[in-house]
T-cell receptor, first 114, second 113 residues
């Protein structure tokens, strides 16, 4: 069965600083990988996804993520954060065939300070 | 384009009362549908999913149930709510079998008192 670990429960960064949110997964084959963002009281919005091909994927709002098979990681990055990026971020993994479900990490809450 | 709706947006219910949350999807057909619960400060827990009308898979034993009476309608129910049922309930859809991405609705916040 697949699993996802987001080791950072809460991260605080200054506006304009760079950001990296960590995600490690466990799955026996090449997974489907996702990052979602959730603003307070809202549903989840898809930031980006990786299925195959180029291991560096670009998403919305200036985010990118890199799939590293050797490290079983899919870390989310942004070169310069904005106050509006304050939210909860979820990494998720899905099987690459036949499986109907995604497994989510427990989330990382991002706080932006002026 | 596809749209997913959930209602009500917020609900306050007494312990022991029934529950019915509704989710509908527009602009697609035969989607996979999902119910998640998000307790305060915790991640997403998959409760139920459905691959077609009348087909429900339960992930976690509890006093909740789900039904799919129509292709694009997914209902979460309970006969008697518990305090532990409080949380944020999210519905999601996925266009099977070609796409793995799940798209989420705005959620329903349930407070059981």
């Amino acid at each position: 069965a697949q699993s996802v670990t987001q080791p950072d429960i809460h991260i605080t960064v200054s506006e304009g600083a760079s950001l990296e949110l960590r995600c490690n997964y466990s799955y026996g084959a090449t997974p489907y990988l996702f990052w979602y963002v959730q603003s307070p009281g809202q549903g989840l919005q898809l930031l980006l996804k990786y299925f195959s091909g180029d291991t560096l994927v670009q998403g919305i709002k200036g985010f990118e993520a890199e799939f590293k098979r050797s490290q079983s990681s899919f870390n989310l990055r942004k070169p310069s954060v904005h106050w509006s990026d304050a939210a909860e971020y979820f990494c998720a993994v899905g099987a690459n065939f036949g499986n109907e479900k995604l497994t989510f990490g427990t989330g990382t809450r991002l706080t932006i300070i002026p | 384009s596809q749209t997913i709706h959930q209602w009500p947006a917020t609900l306050v219910q007494p312990v022991g009362s029934p529950l019915s949350l509704e989710c509908t999807v527009e602009g697609t057909s035969n989607p996979n549908l999902y119910w998640y619960r998000q307790a305060a400060g915790r991640g997403l827990q998959l409760l139920f999913y459905s691959v077609g009308i009348g087909q429900i898979s339960s992930e976690v034993p509890q006093n909740l149930s789900a039904s799919r009476p129509q292709d694009r309608q997914f209902i979460l129910s309970s006969k008697k709510l518990l305090l532990s049922d409080s949380g944020f309930y999210l519905c999601a859809w996925r266009q099977s079998p070609d796409q793995e991405t799940q798209y989420f609705g705005p959620g329903t916040r349930l407070l059981v008192l």
